[in-house]
């Protein structure tokens, strides 16, 4: 079967330091994996999807960037956090495009408080 | 941009009710979804609805779907405290292949 699994759980940063948040999905290949961010208490706002090692659409204009060395790999970074970095961020895998009904398979979150 | 928005926001009801959120969505899509939320939780699937299905059902869900005025509904039967969590519709859109885009959400809350 397949599992995601993303980490740290949690993490306190101070303003202006480097971020890398990894995702990891075993049990598949060739997955569509994104990246989301969920402010308290709202929805989703989708940062990075990719569809292939190499291959990274961006979302939203940020400091943040995403990699995607591997085929099951998918890594979040910021070379300098602000504060308006907080958040929930959620990584998720598909198995096939969206379009043809693939559902999102979620891992459980890292909490980033930047202080 | 946010592509769907829940509707209530909150909704809060005694155990054995039903439950029903809507979702409004603004441009053509090829599917719904329906994700649900425990706190601090990442997102489970629920169920999905295609473009050319008005309606589907799994066990106690029963979600509706209507292109035509552009909007979702998600009930829930039968209410169980274990029920208690978020609730988001989440839509593609007909001109991405990859991308899905969350709404607001609905946050539920069965009342024992």
């Known amino acids: 079967s397949q599992t995601i699994h993303q980490w740290p759980a949690t993490l306190v940063q101070p303003v202006g330091s480097p971020l890398s948040l990894e995702c990891t999905v075993e049990?598949?290949?060739?997955?569509?994996l994104y990246w989301y961010r969920q402010a308290a208490g709202r929805g989703l706002q989708l940062l990075f999807y990719?569809?292939?090692?190499?291959?990274i659409s961006s979302e939203v204009p940020q400091n943040l960037s995403a990699s995607r060395p591997q085929d099951r790999q998918f890594i979040l970074s910021s070379k300098k956090l602000l504060l308006s970095d907080s958040g929930f961020y959620l990584c998720?895998?598909?198995?096939?495009?969206?379009?043809?009904?693939?559902?999102?398979?979620f891992g459980n979150g890292t909490r980033l408080t930047v202080t | 941009s946010q592509q769907g928005e829940e509707d209530p926001q909150a909704l809060s009801i005694q155990e054995g009710e039903n439950a029903t959120m809507n979702c409004s969505y603004k441009?053509?899509?090829?599917?719904l979804q329906w994700y649900r939320q425990n706190s601090g939780r990442g997102l489970v699937h629920l169920i999905l609805?295609?473009?050319?299905?008005r309606e589907k059902h799994s066990g106690r869900l029963r979600v509706t779907l209507d292109t035509s005025k552009k909007s979702s509904s998600l009930l829930i039967t039968a209410s169980r405290a274990a029920d208690t969590a978020s609730y988001f519709c989440?839509?593609?859109?007909?001109?991405?292949?990859?991308?899905?885009?969350f709404g607001s959400g609905t946050r539920l809350s069965i009342r024992p």
């Open positions: 989440a839509t593609d859109r007909y001109s991405s292949a990859s991308k899905i885009i």
């Open positions: 609805i295609r473009s050319n299905e």
């Open positions: 049990g598949t290949s060739n997955p569509n």
């Open positions: 990719s569809v292939g090692i190499g291959q």
């Open positions: 998720a895998w598909s198995q096939d495009r969206i379009f043809r009904g693939s559902p999102l398979h």
């Open positions: 441009t053509s899509i090829n599917n």
